[in-house]
Every structure is written in structure tokens, then in C-alpha cells.
């Protein structure tokens, strides 16, 4: 292990069919309004987490949550997770704002994801 570390579980994006009547559920069950409100993603901040909605599961196909680490070094941890056995399904790309995101399969075929700021 190179000693990369991971700040945490701080983001979770939820594929969602209906946009609207799931914001509505995620805004009772959290208890505030969204942050972020657009047509192709609804993200709410509550208590350090960030908690996104993303319509049809967005470009990349999501089918089931998506768990995202944060992480100080994206390309560190993703040689570290692959050379473990991991197989990436996206590379590191910039989703705005200088936030790089990338998402890999366990062994199991899980999908995770990798979460860096600039």
C-alpha cells in the first residue's frame, strides 16, 4: 500500500426515474432544500454530506447508488485500487468547479467511485 488515504465517504449520487417526486422524498427525509436544482441533477448538503439525485442514472449509466471517497491524490488512489485488482470505468475527469471524479468495479463488480477537489 502506498499510504494514500481516503478523507471518507462524503458523497452519494442516487439514479432516479422521477426527478421531481424524488427530490421531494430526499428534502423531507433530510430535512432541507436542495443546494444544486437543474434538470439533469438535484444535490443536497446535509450534515457534510453531499447527497446527489441523477435522472435515468446520468451519462454513465448508473443503475444502483453510487458511493463516492473522497480523496486528496484521485490518481494515487485509483493506481493503488487498481493494482489490488480493481477495474476503473471512468477515468479521472474534471465535472466542474476543478472536482475530478472517477468510478471503478470491485472484484464483485460494485461500483465505486473516487472524489478529489482542487
Given at each position: 500500500?502506498?499510504?494514500?488515504?481516503?478523507?471518507?465517504?462524503?458523497?452519494?449520487?442516487?439514479?432516479?426515474?422521477?426527478?421531481?417526486?424524488?427530490?421531494?422524498?430526499?428534502?423531507?427525509?433530510?430535512?432541507?432544500?436542495?443546494?444544486?436544482?437543474?434538470?439533469?441533477?438535484?444535490?443536497?448538503?446535509?450534515e457534510?454530506?453531499?447527497?446527489?439525485?441523477?435522472?435515468?442514472?446520468?451519462?454513465?449509466?448508473?443503475?444502483?447508488?453510487?458511493?463516492?471517497?473522497?480523496?486528496?491524490?484521485?490518481?494515487?488512489?485509483?493506481?493503488?485500487?487498481?493494482?489490488?485488482g480493481?477495474?476503473?470505468?471512468?477515468?479521472?475527469?474534471?465535472?466542474?468547479?476543478?472536482?475530478?471524479?472517477?468510478?471503478?468495479?470491485?472484484?464483485?463488480?460494485?461500483?465505486?467511485?473516487?472524489?478529489?477537489?482542487?
Amino acid at each position: 500500500m502506498t499510504g494514500s488515504s481516503t478523507q471518507g465517504i462524503k458523497t452519494v449520487l442516487h439514479p432516479v426515474s422521477d426527478l421531481a417526486k424524488a427530490k421531494a422524498v430526499y428534502a423531507a427525509l433530510l430535512g432541507v432544500e436542495p443546494q444544486a436544482d437543474s434538470p439533469y441533477y438535484v444535490g443536497f448538503e446535509a450534515e457534510g454530506q453531499q447527497i446527489g439525485l441523477v435522472p435515468g442514472g446520468g451519462p454513465q449509466g448508473m443503475t444502483s447508488p453510487v458511493t463516492y471517497w473522497h480523496v486528496p491524490d484521485i490518481e494515487a488512489k485509483l493506481a493503488e485500487v487498481t493494482a489490488a485488482g480493481a477495474i476503473v470505468k471512468e477515468s479521472p475527469h474534471d465535472v466542474g468547479g476543478g472536482r475530478l471524479v472517477a468510478t471503478f468495479a470491485d472484484p464483485d463488480g460494485n461500483i465505486l467511485g473516487l472524489l478529489q477537489d482542487r
